[in-house]
């Protein structure tokens, strides 16, 4: 079965680092694209922008340039969406996803709660 | 920078009903990108048309999808229970607002 796994939910203060981890499994992972979506409390959904395991290429929406780094780990399958420095704005559910075609996601991930609090 | 919008912004409608949703953009987008997705709370988005009009795999045929050029529209033909939830159109990589179709 094709999945993507992503890692738990997570409590951080302002300031501080994250990287949070989508795990494929049941396919060969670094032919597949891997998109990142945000979706803020109570809001709808936001693309950050894909990284394509087989190369590291890496494309960020504009509103996520430099804000966030996704990586990979082609060894043990994991895709990584990363903070420096997260901010409260940054509290919100992350999910990943593999793309049937280019834009059209149909494997996702289960979803990352982020909450930023001092 | 291509703006959407989704139309209307809630959908009050019965079970049986049909359910007509807007997406359009400010301006002309290739059909093979229009994709939309339903979402239902506390899941993750599932994907329901890819290519303006192709269902994903499992998709029920009373979902269909067409347009072209800045004017799409997701059908529901004969509402089930199941089916309200949030719709969003994604023409390119950018999301629109999002319709919901909640129960009259």
């Known amino acids: 079965e094709v999945q993507l796994v992503q890692s738990g939910a997570e409590l951080k203060k302002p300031g501080e680092s994250l990287k949070i981890s989508c795990k494929g499994s049941?396919?060969?992972?670094?032919?597949?694209?891997i998109g990142w979506v945000r979706q803020m409390p109570g809001k709808g959904l936001e693309w950050m922008g894909i990284?394509?395991?087989?190369?590291?290429?890496?494309r960020y929406s504009p509103s996520f340039q430099g804000q966030v780094t996704f990586s990979v780990d082609r060894s043990i399958s994991t895709a990584y969406l990363q903070w420096r420095s997260l901010k409260a704005s940054d509290t919100a559910m992350f999910y990943c996803?593999?793309?049937?075609?280019?834009?059209?996601?149909?494997?996702w991930g289960q979803g990352t709660l982020v909450t930023v609090s001092s | 920078e291509i703006v959407l919008t989704q139309s209307p912004g809630t959908l009050s409608l019965s079970p049986g009903d049909r359910a007509t949703l807007s997406c359009r953009a400010s301006?002309?987008?290739?059909?093979?990108?229009v994709v939309w997705y339903q979402q239902k709370p506390g899941q993750a988005p599932r994907l329901l048309i890819y290519g303006a009009s192709n269902r994903a795999t499992g998709i029920p045929d009373r979902f269909s999808g067409s347009g072209s050029g800045t004017d799409f529209t997701l059908t529901i033909s004969r509402l089930e229970p199941e089916d309200f939830a949030v719709y969003y159109c994604?023409?390119?990589?950018?999301f629109g607002p999002g319709t919901k179709v909640d129960i009259k």
């Open positions: 049941g396919y060969n992972f670094t032919n597949y694209w």
């Open positions: 990284i394509y395991p087989g190369d590291s290429d890496t």
């Open positions: 996803a593999r793309p049937l075609t280019i834009n059209a996601f149909d494997i």
């Open positions: 301006q002309n987008i290739s059909s093979s990108f």
């Open positions: 994604q023409p390119g990589f950018t």
